[in-house]
């Protein structure tokens, strides 16, 4: 695979003119290595959680892709839509975005999937990946600036290893390499014990016999039969998952000179984004990677999206109750219906889809699309307004739903005054409802 740029074309993004206020989101943990003995100014407003994000500014933006052994699910489409959300809100006010978005074309469950399969991994990793490409147009998700697979970044990650050995974070197991994590630990954002038991279920040796600490996690692995590896100065094999991102991250935000750092900022990059199962151990331990190779902080905010489960359970491969967006796109479920549900609900919680919600959201999308096919309309000012207003607000998406039904019910009982093209062109470029 090869690294693209803006792999899925852009949706257009109507103008929205208006004073728009600065973008609250809620961090999921702090990652900050100065000292908390430091009482600088800055280091105080690291400790809230809420970081704000002023119209005009120039912005960073990584969200973690998929692993491509499988199609596009509810869940994968709830994390793009949430940071689609964030794209158009910058955008919108005046923000220029580089958006950069990774795919882990190299994984245990790509290599599983295409050895149970009889197919080559490469060739599945393309096909998924175009599927992923088409399931994000249709949803109309903003592409990344740089869709980046880890198969292309060997160097850089190379070049990261070099670094970090040369001071003193990288050690050897067998002819495996792996990281110091110590010197990070106290940014952790679960207790140790927890962290140990999570990181043995997500892809973490703790139990390896001569590693130095139990959460230290593997940067180059020595190559196995019968798998794919790269040449490096590090011997022959592949990288961990938390250094290909870290590496992406850095390169493809920063520029060929990443090692370097940006010391004209704060935080290397503004925003790192992904699922809630990424907080730990992935993305705590590219922050610290990071750390390690630029002595700066990684994001300003970690935001994550929740879990979305299916009829009151855990939505799993393993359960086997995926809800593939393809899959529903192709029984004519209309995608701005699938965007809309998502919406109901905060893109922080954990949430359920099924059948009734899935209705109701037909149901109200039929409505929203009636009023504005009307002439006369209720005042809509004040609804732009508040639907700004609630996105501004940590991406409140059900205060701005919640909007947007009381507006339709006015229309509906008859009230006017407003304009239809002022709102349509609001829920299009603010929520990407194209209606």
């Given at each position: 695979?090869?690294?693209?740029?803006?792999?899925?074309?852009?949706?257009?993004?109507?103008?929205?003119?208006?004073?728009?206020?600065?973008?609250?989101?809620?961090?999921?943990?702090?990652?900050?290595?100065?000292?908390?003995?430091?009482?600088?100014?800055?280091?105080?407003?690291?400790?809230?959680?809420?970081?704000?994000?002023?119209?005009?500014?120039?912005?960073?933006?990584?969200?973690?892709?998929?692993?491509?052994?499988?199609?596009?699910?509810?869940?994968?489409?709830?994390?793009?839509?949430?940071?689609?959300?964030?794209?158009?809100?910058?955008?919108?006010?005046?923000?220029?975005?580089?958006?950069?978005?990774?795919?882990?074309?190299?994984?245990?469950?790509?290599?599983?999937?295409?050895?149970?399969?009889?197919?080559?991994?490469?060739?599945?990793?393309?096909?998924?990946?175009?599927?992923?490409?088409?399931?994000?147009?249709?949803?109309?998700?903003?592409?990344?600036?740089?869709?980046?697979?880890?198969?292309?970044?060997?160097?850089?990650?190379?070049q990261a290893i070099t670094q970090m050995k040369s001071k003193g974070y990288v050690y050897s197991v067998e002819n495996d390499l792996y990281f110091r994590v110590n010197d990070f630990l106290i940014n952790l954002p679960i207790s140790e014990a927890e962290a140990i038991?999570?990181?043995?279920?997500?892809?973490?040796?703790?139990?390896?016999?001569?590693?130095?600490?139990?959460?230290?996690?593997?940067?180059?692995?020595a190559n196995k039969e019968n798998e794919p590896g790269w040449e490096s100065s590090h011997g022959f094999g592949r990288p961990g998952w938390h250094i290909e991102c870290a590496v992406i991250s850095l390169r493809y935000l920063l520029g060929p000179t990443f090692i370097?750092?940006?010391?004209?900022?704060?935080?290397?990059?503004?925003?790192?984004?992904?699922?809630?199962?990424?907080?730990?151990?992935?993305?705590?331990?590219?922050?610290?990677?990071?750390?390690?190779?630029?002595?700066?902080?990684?994001?300003?905010?970690?935001?994550?999206?929740?879990?979305?489960?299916?009829?009151?359970?855990?939505?799993?491969?393993?359960?086997?109750?995926?809800?593939?967006?393809?899959?529903?796109?192709?029984?004519?479920?209309?995608?701005?219906?699938?965007?809309?549900?998502?919406?109901?609900?905060?893109?922080?919680?954990?949430?359920?889809?099924?059948?009734?919600?899935?209705?109701?959201?037909?149901?109200?999308?039929?409505?929203?699309?009636?009023?504005?096919?009307?002439?006369?309309?209720?005042?809509?000012?004040?609804?732009?307004?508040?639907?700004?207003?609630?996105?501004?607000?940590?991406?409140?998406?059900?205060?701005?739903?919640?909007?947007?039904?009381?507006?339709?019910?006015?229309?509906?009982?008859?009230?006017?005054?407003?304009?239809?093209?002022?709102?349509?062109?609001?829920?299009?470029?603010?929520?990407?409802?194209?209606?």
């Open positions: 695979m090869e690294i693209i740029q803006h792999p899925w074309p852009d949706p257009f993004q109507p103008p929205i003119t208006i004073d728009y206020p600065p973008l609250q989101l809620e961090s999921s943990f702090s990652f900050d290595t100065r000292s908390s003995e430091d009482d600088s100014g800055s280091n105080k407003r690291s400790k809230s959680r809420t970081r704000e994000f002023f119209p005009g500014e120039s912005l960073r933006l990584y969200v973690c892709g998929i692993t491509p052994y499988d199609a596009t699910h509810l869940g994968h489409a709830a994390t793009y839509l949430t940071f689609d959300l964030i794209n158009r809100y910058l955008r919108a006010s005046g923000s220029e975005v580089n958006f950069v978005e990774n795919i882990t074309d190299i994984d245990e469950p790509l290599l599983e999937r295409a050895q149970r399969d009889g197919v080559s991994w490469e060739g599945l990793a393309q096909e998924e990946t175009e599927l992923f490409m088409q399931d994000m147009t249709a949803l109309r998700i903003f592409a990344p600036r740089w869709f980046v697979p880890a198969t292309q970044v060997m160097e850089l990650v190379d038991e999570i990181f043995s279920q997500r892809g973490g040796d703790p139990h390896r016999m001569g590693k130095e600490h139990p959460l230290d996690p593997v940067l180059w692995l370097e750092g940006d010391r004209t900022r704060e935080t290397l990059i503004d925003i790192q984004g992904g699922g809630s199962d990424l907080i730990f151990p992935h993305h705590f331990m590219s922050a610290a990677q990071v750390t390690s190779i630029t002595n700066q902080n990684f994001a300003h905010a970690y935001v994550h999206t929740g879990m979305i489960g299916l009829d009151g359970e855990k939505m799993s491969k393993s359960k086997g109750n995926l809800v593939f967006v393809s899959q529903s796109l192709k029984d004519g479920i209309d995608p701005m219906v699938i965007r809309y549900a998502l919406m109901k609900s905060h893109y922080s919680t954990d949430r359920m889809w099924d059948q009734n919600l899935l209705n109701q959201a037909t149901v109200e999308i039929a409505r929203i699309r009636s009023v504005l096919a009307r002439i006369e309309v209720a005042p809509s000012s004040s609804l732009v307004h508040t639907i700004i207003q609630s996105l501004s607000l940590n991406l409140d998406t059900p205060g701005a739903i919640g909007a947007i039904n009381e507006w339709v019910i006015a229309s509906e009982n008859g009230e006017t005054g407003g304009s239809v093209g002022e709102v349509a062109r609001a829920l299009d470029s603010l929520l990407g409802l194209a209606l």
